[in-house]
C-alpha cells in the first residue's frame, strides 16, 4: 500500500532563513513526486515533480527537493524564506497504477 | 486565459437541497478529477474521468454524480445535501499520458467552490 507522510503540520521560520518542509512516502513502485502549493483562498498549484530523472529537482520559486530512495524521502528545501511563502504545501505520490495520493499538508509561517 | 475554471466560487444552501457545481478546462487534457478538501485542509480524491468516462470513483456517497458532457467539462451534482458536505471541492485535470504515461503528469487545478450546508 502506498502513503504519504508530511512530518510536521505546520513550521515556521523568519524571513530570510532557510527552509525545510519534510515528506516520507511509502509505495511498492517507483513513483512520481509531487509538491503543490496552496494560498489562502486559492487553488493549488505544482512547485515541482520528479519523474524518476534528476533525483535533485528544482522548481519555481527558488524551491527544490531530493528525492532520496533509501530514505524513502522527498523533502523541500528553499535558502531564505519570504513573506509570500506563506501557504499551505502538500506531498503527493502517484503510481503506476495512477492511484494518487496527497500529504496531510504542511503550514508554512513566515515570521518578520 | 483562466486554465481550469469552476463555478460557482462560493456556493450556500440550505441542506436537503440539490445543488451542481461546474468545472472546464481549456488546456486540452484528457482526464479530469474532483476533490474535496475538509476544513482541516486535507485533500481526498472522488472521481477521475478519462475521456469523458468514468476510471476511479473512491467512497463517496451515491448522493454525489459526476457527470462529463465532453472531455473539456466535468461537473457535480450533489443530491439531497447533508452539513458534513460542507467543504472546498476542487477540480483539477492532467494532460493525455503521452509517451510517458499518466502517472508522470501533473494536475492542474480550478480555484475551488467553497460549498457551505446550512
Known amino acids: 500500500a502506498q502513503s504519504v507522510t508530511q512530518l510536521d503540520s505546520h513550521v515556521s521560520v523568519s524571513e530570510g532563513t532557510p527552509v525545510l518542509l519534510r515528506c516520507n512516502y511509502s509505495?511498492?513502485?517507483?513513483?512520481?513526486l509531487f509538491w503543490y502549493v496552496q494560498h489562502p483562498n486559492k487553488g493549488l498549484q505544482l512547485l515541482l515533480k520528479?519523474?524518476?530523472?534528476?533525483?535533485l529537482v528544482k522548481g519555481i520559486n527558488g524551491f527544490e527537493a531530493e528525492f532520496k530512495k533509501s530514505e524513502t524521502s522527498f523533502h523541500l528545501t528553499k535558502p531564505s524564506a519570504h513573506m509570500s511563502d506563506a501557504a499551505e504545501y502538500f506531498c503527493?505520490?502517484?503510481?503506476?497504477?495512477?492511484?494518487?495520493?496527497f500529504g496531510k499538508g504542511t503550514r508554512l509561517h513566515i515570521l518578520p | 486565459d483562466t486554465a481550469v475554471s469552476q463555478t460557482p466560487k462560493y456556493l450556500v444552501t440550505q441542506m436537503g437541497n440539490d445543488k451542481s457545481i461546474k468545472c472546464e478546462q481549456n488546456?486540452?487534457?484528457?482526464?479530469m478529477y474532483w476533490y474535496k478538501q475538509d476544513s482541516k485542509k486535507f485533500l481526498k480524491i472522488m472521481f477521475s474521468?478519462?475521456?469523458?468516462?468514468?476510471?476511479i470513483n473512491e467512497t463517496v456517497p451515491n448522493r454525489f454524480s459526476p457527470k462529463s458532457p465532453d472531455k473539456a467539462h466535468l461537473n457535480l451534482h450533489i443530491n439531497s445535501l447533508e452539513l458534513g458536505d460542507s467543504a472546498v471541492y476542487f477540480c483539477?485535470?492532467?494532460?493525455?499520458?503521452?509517451?510517458?504515461?499518466?502517472?508522470?503528469?501533473?494536475?492542474?487545478f480550478g480555484p475551488g467552490t467553497r460549498l457551505t450546508v446550512l
Open positions: 483539477a485535470s492532467s494532460p493525455s499520458p503521452g509517451t510517458s504515461g499518466r502517472f508522470y503528469n501533473e494536475q492542474f
Open positions: 509505495s511498492s513502485y517507483s513513483p512520481s
Open positions: 520528479y519523474t524518476s530523472a534528476a533525483t
Open positions: 503527493v505520490v502517484r503510481n503506476r497504477d495512477d492511484k494518487i495520493i
Open positions: 488546456l486540452g487534457h484528457d482526464t
Open positions: 474521468y478519462n475521456n469523458k468516462e468514468l476510471i
